[in-house]
């Protein structure tokens, strides 16, 4: 399944890339599944994934931004697969160069991640994890920050988000030395996983295709994953119950955002 993904995420940048700063690939061409206008590049990102899945010869439930629930195979699916083709649409609609394509393979029948893969498409970075196999960037293993309190934070805040929920986000922001609010959730994830930052604090959260597969490599990096009340319990079934998500390198940084250090 890594192979599958990473094939996606080289054909995806090779052709995404070519649209880049170009009036075309912003073309608005219709309104996607998750209710946002859908660019060009968008599907041509989603086309990408669903044909290199239908190559697998597998049976598979693919969930996309774009086009929603698409049945690959022909009997019950063997894997589930989440996919945002494009995430950080806007900030490749305004030319910031901070987006890319993620995707998290579930086994179907056990309902457990088995790879979670994100790209990014301008420094052409690679993010996955494996089950049990721990995260990594670029074929080396990562892991997240071991800092006992947040200096270095990412944040992201959606329409959804309620006032208590950007309070929190204000708050934060007031203790660390550097904050930032890039626009892809899904990169900033792996920024996180990787070390770079120690925190995202992510208010408004709404879509579980947008959050699987950065959960699954901040988790297998070492990093935990609640609410903005602590829960760990943030996914019913295959959905986001989490209104909000504190994503941080670990228990101590997520002590500290919470306001439970000793």
């Not at 192979?3 to 170009?22: N, P, S």
Request: a neutral charge; proline letters at 2%.
């Amino acid at each position: 399944w890594l192979e599958t993904c990473r094939l996606i995420g080289e054909e995806a940048t090779r052709e995404i890339m070519h649209y880049y700063k170009k009036k075309e690939g912003t073309e608005e061409i219709g309104r996607g599944y998750g209710g946002d206008m859908t660019m060009l590049v968008d599907k041509v990102a989603e086309d990408i994934i669903i044909k290199r899945l239908k190559e697998t010869n597998e049976n598979i439930k693919l969930v996309t931004e774009e086009a929603g629930i698409v049945n690959i195979g022909k009997g019950k699916p063997d894997y589930y697969v989440f996919a945002d083709p494009l995430d950080g649409s806007f900030n490749f609609k305004m030319g910031i160069g901070y987006f890319g394509t993620t995707l998290a393979v579930l086994d179907a029948k056990k309902n457990v991640d088995i790879v979670g893969y994100t790209k990014n498409f301008v420094s052409k970075s690679e993010y996955y994890a494996m089950l049990g196999k721990g995260a990594y960037k670029n074929g080396d293993r990562i892991y997240t920050s071991q800092k006992e309190a947040p200096e270095d934070i990412l944040l992201e805040c959606s329409y959804k988000a309620n006032f208590d929920s950007i309070k929190k986000i204000t708050d934060v922001f007031h203790t660390a030395r550097h904050s930032r609010m890039p626009g892809a959730i899904a990169i900033d994830y792996c920024k996180v996983a990787s070390g770079s930052f120690d925190a995202v604090i992510y208010a408004g959260s709404s879509r579980y295709l947008d959050v699987v597969a950065g959960n699954f490599i901040v988790k297998e990096a070492g990093g935990v994953i609640t609410d903005f009340a602590g829960n760990e319990k943030i996914y019913k079934g295959n959905k986001l119950a989490a209104k909000d998500l504190l994503v941080c390198g670990n228990e101590k940084i997520r002590d500290y955002i919470l306001g439970k250090k000793k």
